[in-house]
């Protein structure tokens, strides 16, 4: 995936160190988790 993608952190991590990411990209909804960045989910 493209490192550009603005991602946003999924409110409810809290600021802990495993999140969920989500993003637009394209006209799909990426998400991934923070402790594995290389895997994606599109949507």
Do not use: K, W, Y
Not at 13 to 30: R, T, Y
């Amino acid at each position: 995936m493209d490192a550009a993608i603005e991602r946003q952190e999924s409110p409810f991590s809290n600021g802990q160190e495993q999140c969920v990411e989500i993003a637009e990209h394209d006209g799909e909804i990426l998400m991934r988790e923070s402790d594995d960045p290389s895997a994606v989910t599109a949507s």
